[in-house]
């Protein structure tokens, strides 16, 4: 079982930056750690991933914008996702996510989710 803590999240303005946290307990079935988002009424969609290997994925609308990296420790793992450029449009819950399965935008996939933070851009 790996627990996922995610932290980070706030209110910025448009054209800021925030870091979200994710620190998870490290297990060796861990393939990939991803970043997804929901927003109201929409599906939640995958926004960054990294692998093990530290090969990585973006979405399109955050290419450039961006940025995801983790700190592998003894017993644990932090998994960031540096934002910058925010936009309005970027505003949503975001959740952490491990698969044991590999990077994929499927949800299901994944077999833990942090409980997510919010980030919102006004």
Known sequence: HVQLVESGGGSVQTGGSLRLSCVASRS???????????????????????????????????????????????TTTTLYLQMDSLKPEDTAMYYCAASTVGCTRRTAQYAWWGQGTQVTVS
């Open 28 to 74: 060796t079935y861990v393939v990939c750690m991803s970043w997804f988002r929901q927003a109201p009424g929409q599906e939640r969609e995958g926004v960054a991933f990294i692998d093990r290997d530290g090969g990585t994925w973006y979405a399109d609308p955050v290419k450039g914008r961006f940025t995801i990296s983790q700190d592998n420790a003894k």
